[in-house]
């Protein structure tokens, strides 16, 4: 039986499932957690990445292995492959200013037509902006810019900081894909190329694509990861990346190939991309993930470019397009809420059952963290349609559910004003197996839904590209269902959810 793993380094943890290359069987599986925040040291990636591989009982006997990664937290590298500052990542909207500067320097409807999207505070783009303003010094230091899956697929191989990894800091051997790099704000999914303009306006600086040549380039400009097509590999696993072969086989030789065993190393993908190649989506399936952000994202065989930036036009992990709109609330709407109310998120269901659909007119608008879609950064959280009837436990339970929902039911909305095709939507994320959250979906939702079974989609769609890699064509693996909620849709809960967020201030 050959082996392929993959990885899904995410905001909260890493993952690293282990899986039958014929069959896609999950044989085992690891998960270590990574720390909390918004920015984060990427060291803490590389810890977790290796205590990960260890939990999931090493990768001695593994042939390929592709990583999947949050997409737009910003790596910073220099001249000596050290990180520059802690990795800004997705959820840190500090740069909401900047990327209000770059839309109207642009304007909305060329940045659309150039990227595929509209900056909002998550894009790579704002975040580089945001430091060559607050952050002069660290941004003079900066040699490269690169993505999660980018930076940990460039340790892997034996690259990194002078001194401490086995090839040294050699930028030009950063690489990344299309889907990652349609998150950035400065690729074009349309064009398939870094638009090198956009990238000096919001740094001030020149930048250019990795050559993957050894030794260093042209020093004057910023190098940006080499962008590899589906199914391309970025090269082997190099047995001394850890310092030590613990968890990996060994190599004979000095370099990661050797006359030992080898581990080939995928593209990689951002996590949504992922996700996807680990469904089988196809188009007319909507995918409506609920993690800590939550995403509604469908495959398509064109570019989408939106001008209201409520849909972001990016690439996928097979060669199509993703057209996708992204909630920055989503699991923990429902952990505040039953951390308000003093349950677990059994309790939180039962109580959410209990209630009529429509929560007796109570609605949350779940803008915890602010939010991305709608681009409202600076809006919090609000109940409404309390009275002393209607202010009850289960009201509330429920209400925290159908708002979450409510969210991420607007963004297939804005998908399918895009011309994108709709015929079912699956349902993931760990919230999704509570019993509530199904059940609620198919009366918010007017598709049919369907819960595939639990698994680590994005992990499994990374080992789906180390599989490609390997074999030269991508596999078809059988996904279970665990759920298919009956049809059951009630407008008036999106109805009284949109009345309600016409009470939004947009500077709270």
Not at 286 to 293: A, F, P
Not at 381 to 395: K, M
Request: proline residues 7%.
């Amino acid at each position: 039986m050959t082996l392929v793993a993959g990885v899904d380094s995410s905001t909260q943890s890493c993952k690293v499932v282990v899986l039958d290359a014929g069959s896609g069987t999950l044989v085992r599986e690891g998960r270590v957690a990574h720390p909390d925040g918004t920015e984060v040291h990427p060291d803490h990636w590389w810890r977790a990445l290796s205590a990960a591989f260890d939990a999931a009982g090493g990768l001695a006997d593994v042939s390929a292995l592709s990583v999947g990664g949050q997409q737009h937290g910003m790596v910073l590298l220099d001249h000596a492959g050290d990180v520059v500052r802690p990795a800004l990542l997705w959820n840190d909207t500090r740069s909401a200013g900047a990327a209000a500067a770059l839309t109207d320097e642009v304007g909305a409807e060329d940045f659309a037509r150039r990227t595929g999207l509209v900056p909002v505070a998550s894009f790579t783009i704002t975040k580089v902006r945001w430091v060559r303003d607050h952050e002069p010094d660290a941004a003079d230091r900066v040699a490269a810019v690169a993505l999660p899956h980018d930076w940990l697929t460039w340790r892997l191989r034996g690259y990194g900081p002078a001194g401490s990894s086995p090839l040294g800091p050699d930028l030009e051997q950063l690489t990344t894909d299309r889907s990652d790099a349609s998150g950035t704000g400065y690729w074009s999914p349309s064009a398939g190329d870094y638009d090198r303009d956009l990238f000096k306006l919001a740094f001030g600086r020149d930048a250019r694509e990795a050559t993957g040549n050894a030794g260093p380039g042209d020093s004057g400009a910023v190098v940006l990861p080499r962008v590899l097509g589906p199914g391309e590999t970025a090269g082997e696993i190099h047995p001394g990346c850890f310092g030590s072969p613990a968890g990996l086989p060994d190599a004979e030789g000095s370099g990661p190939v050797g006359s030992g065993p080898r581990i080939l190393l995928g593209a990689g993908a951002g996590d949504n991309a992922a996700a996807a190649l680990g469904l089988g989506a196809e188009p007319g399936d909507v995918v409506v993930s609920v993690g800590t952000s939550g995403t509604v994202f469908s495959v398509a065989s064109r570019a989408v470019a939106d001008p209201s930036g409520t849909v972001a036009g990016f690439a996928d992990a097979s060669g199509e397009y993703l057209p996708i709109a992204v909630t920055l609330n989503a699991a923990r709407v429902l952990s505040s809420v039953a951390g308000l109310l003093g349950v677990d998120f059994d309790e939180l269901s039962r109580l959410a059952l209990e209630a009529e659909p429509g929560s007796g007119g109570v609605v949350l608008v779940p803008y915890f963290e602010g939010e991305r879609t709608p681009n409202l950064p600076h809006a919090k959280a609000s109940f409404h349609g309390l009275s002393i009837s209607s202010s009850t436990r289960s009201n509330l339970a429920r209400a925290a559910i159908e708002g979450m929902l409510c969210g991420l039911s607007g963004g297939l909305d804005s998908l399918q004003a895009q011309g994108g095709a709709a015929t079912r939507l699956l349902l993931i994320g760990g919230a999704v197996q509570n019993p509530a959250v199904q059940a609620i979906a198919a009366q918010v939702f007017d598709l049919p839904v369907v819960v595939p079974s639990p698994g680590e989609y994005v992990a499994r769609g990374a080992a789906v590209q180390a599989a490609w890699a390997l074999v030269g064509h991508r596999p078809e693996w059988p996904v279970e269902e665990d759920a298919a909620p009956s049809p059951d849709f009630r407008r008036e809960i999106q109805q009284n959810y949109l009345r309600a967020c016409r009470h939004i201030d947009p500077g709270n």
